[in-house]
């Protein structure tokens, strides 16, 4: 909590000067009348930030702290607290240093008059447009305890399909890696070995030894350079995807991996479905609702499809036309989007297609490692039969010889 040096005058006229800790200048202020001082100047003291300040920040705040927020929130509306005051406590309790800095920003400009949705929207790197979007309908409906608890839900479903999406590309990342480093184990420790052997025979070599000795060759003399290149593309490749264009090139493509694509797909499906159907049920029109879920699906390539959907509702086409044109959607998603139209339930039926790309999910991933195991298996086959006739071929020839 910052601190304030403050002059005042008590009730005699006398001049005070002081310290004092509070969350905003108008705390300062209320503290002081309180006890019959009259605030003439209010100074917050400058905090001297060095680097050793900057180590103990941490990182930026992620869901675990949105969904405490949430949690929070809910708990402190559902049981009356006033919003400053309820804004006060978080503010003292907060565990993130940005969060805590974000929460006493919000409570300086409610207590300045703003309501709650857009001085949280002065943080968009913390919350999304959807969050502020709900707790805008909650103000506007009376319902903002409803609201934090809608968002905490969502929130906690958004974390479970991150944490599924994690651990469908774990493994196949793993088996990548473990690749990747037999061959360059191989190629610069056990192939120069043989190389030594098989020169100082001077037999003919065939064609296996001879480009298991060539790649042996690249990454002996060459390793640095290699090195260098992919510590290169590497910053390349994060630096070109943080552009709109190749961050819309690499969603796209990362719904065509193989494996792993269809369930990346999936799951950014049932995120999109559950956000619609949250906003839905919270009152959010459907055309201002499309428009938030698109920032919401953390997929450009995706975000361009609700985009043109939310341009067809507007043009006076149906949910249901206008997500069969996107292509994107089984015929059972946009058969339960139809009847949702027709009876006026898309927000329930939004939920149950969300819950339906959720379980395919859940089972795809119990499924990945039964697929990629063939995969592997094969490679792993290929390059120990290319390293044994590498290897044994020209002996079994200088063997003959000898005979």
Do not use: C
């Not at 191989?186 to 037999?203: D, Q």
């Not at 009876?343 to 089972?363: F, K, M, N, P, S």
């Amino acid at each position: 909590m910052p601190g304030f040096t403050y002059q005042g005058r008590n009730n005699q006229g006398a001049l005070i000067n002081g310290t004092v800790e509070a969350a905003s200048p108008d705390a300062v202020a209320s503290q002081l009348l309180s006890n019959n001082i009259t605030p003439i100047d209010i100074t917050e003291k400058r905090k001297v930030r060095s680097w050793l300040n900057f180590s103990h920040r941490g990182n930026r705040p992620d869901l675990d702290d949105l969904i405490l927020f949430s949690r929070q929130m809910y708990t402190l509306m559902r049981a009356g607290v006033p919003l400053v005051r309820a804004m006060v406590g978080l503010t003292q309790s907060a565990r993130n240093y940005y969060m805590a800095e974000a929460q006493r920003d919000i409570l300086v400009n409610i207590e300045s008059g703003r309501d709650l949705h857009s001085s949280i929207g002065k943080h968009p790197d913390i919350f999304s447009s959807l969050f502020v979007s709900m707790v805008r309908v909650g103000e506007e409906t009376g319902r903002l305890d409803e609201s934090f608890l809608l968002i905490a839900a969502y929130l906690e479903r958004e974390k479970d399909t991150r944490e599924r999406i994690k651990a469908a590309l774990r493994y196949p990342a793993f088996v990548i890696i473990a690749i990747a480093i037999a061959i360059a184990i191989i190629n610069i420790w056990v192939i120069p070995v043989f190389a030594t052997m098989f020169a100082s025979a001077g037999a003919i070599l065939p064609w296996q030894t001879r480009f298991l000795l060539a790649t042996s060759s690249i990454f002996v003399n060459w390793w640095h350079v290699m090195l260098a290149l992919i510590f290169v593309s590497i910053i390349g490749f994060r630096s070109y995807i943080e552009t709109e264009k190749g961050r819309y090139i690499w969603d796209r493509l990362k719904l065509r991996l193989p494996l792993v694509g269809d369930i990346i797909k999936r799951a950014t499906l049932a995120r999109f479905s559950r956000a619609f159907s949250m906003a839905l049920t919270s009152g959010v029109p459907i055309t201002q609702a499309m428009t938030v879920v698109s920032q919401s699906v953390d997929n450009e390539y995706v975000a361009g499809y609700v985009v043109s959907m939310r341009n067809g509702i507007e043009r006076g086409d149906s949910l249901t036309r206008t997500a069969t044109a996107t292509e994107m959607f089984t015929p059972l998603v946009l058969q339960m989007l139809a009847v949702g139209e027709e009876t006026g339930q898309v927000d329930e039926l939004l939920g149950e297609v969300a819950d339906y790309y959720e379980r395919e999910v859940d089972y795809d991933i119990k499924n990945l490692s039964a697929a990629i195991e063939p995969v592997m298996i094969l490679v792993i086959g290929a390059m120990v039969l290319l390293l044994a006739l590498g290897v044994f071929l020209p002996i079994w020839d200088m063997a003959s010889v000898v005979k």
